[in-house]
């Protein structure tokens, strides 16, 4: 592979994200573990006034792990905006121990983020200006269309199957450009590994070819992979980060899948030069993520170490995976038959099926209405659409249902897409 290493991000950064300079009271935050210094400058309360001492968790397996009365205190203190250094630490093994990096250690970095969905916000602030265009694949995570749609973007739609994004389109769209619509698409956004909403995974060959339509026409990529661990194979695919010799690619991981939602705990990991950049970001805004949660997940995670995390990781899978087979079987028995009510692809990772519902041209208010009437709840494909438009597609999640559940569910959904169809005949 031909590397066409970027060397200067400062063509690929907002003015607003240009205009932000480092903090002058974060910037004390190191010099405070220099032994002897005296700080009479940054406003922080102190932890003496703060009525907490300390935190014991008791794990599924019986143990307890304990955030005792020294830790405590520095946890429940502002902290530094990258994240705490212990977990930070801990991330960039995992990551070494995962994707292998292929850049130089000096140039890549992780930070600690509130969940996957600040550090991308803070990555399109950073990288777009409004009226650009960005590149999303396509169905889209309508988490991410909620943050671009109001940013004043243009949104450019990159198609994807059921071997996830398709680099035939990626090039085609790149190279026929036109002259007069402005400057082309610089940032390419992705979720590769079990899709939200299709479930659906980008194949390695596929990737490949990504990265070098991507590399020819200069274009950075969100690695957007908080379902990585999720992968229904032993053989994970390698991801974007892991073959990124041009430092073009920023990776955003989170806890929220594997270990717990509510905790809000992700990471981003990429050049050096952009983490950085949203690092100032989140000294402007947040500060720093939640110490308290940090601190909790980090406790377990160095109390667990890697292997037995990733060990703990394919015990979720499993878990996806059995659940992922449970759901397939219920929609083969209510959906499928010699006239099927739906079509669908198998996922290959995450939480998603994509449900096609035959001889239905606009699922939108079949699901709003009709299937709440008859108490199921789907999202109806137009959600993760970009521009919006009818489709006959809706995402079934099967994470929390019960096995009787999919199959009730799936039993009414049947009814009522074949229930259309008699209503049309009439």
Known sequence: MSSTRITDYATYISSRSAARKPSAVRALQPLLAIPGMISLGGGYPDTATFPFESVTMKLKTGETLEIGKEDMAKVLQYNATAGLPQLVSWLRDLQIHLHHPPLPASEWDICVTTGSQDGLAKAFEMLLEPGQPILVETPA??????????????????????DGLDPTQLRRILSSWPSDAGPRPRVLYTVPEGGNPTGNSTMWERKQEVYEVCAEYGVIILEDDPYYLLQFSDKPQPSYFSIDVDGRVLRFDSFSKVLSSGIRVGWCTGPK????RIVLHGQASNLHPSNLSQELVSSYLH????????????????????KRDLFLKAAEKHLGGPQPAAEWVNPKAGMFVWLKLVGVADSGKLVREKAVERKVLLLPGEEFIPSGRPTPFVRAAFSTATEEQMDEALRRLGELVRGEWQASAK
């Open 273 to 276: 030069q952009l983490v950085e």
């Open 141 to 162: 995570y309508s988490g991410i269309l909620a943050i671009l749609r109001p940013a004043g973007v243009k949104i450019v739609e990159v198609p994807s199957d059921s």
């Open 303 to 322: 109390h667990l170490g890697h292997v037995a995390y990733l060990e703990h990781a394919r015990g979720v899978r499993d878990h996806y995976a059995h």
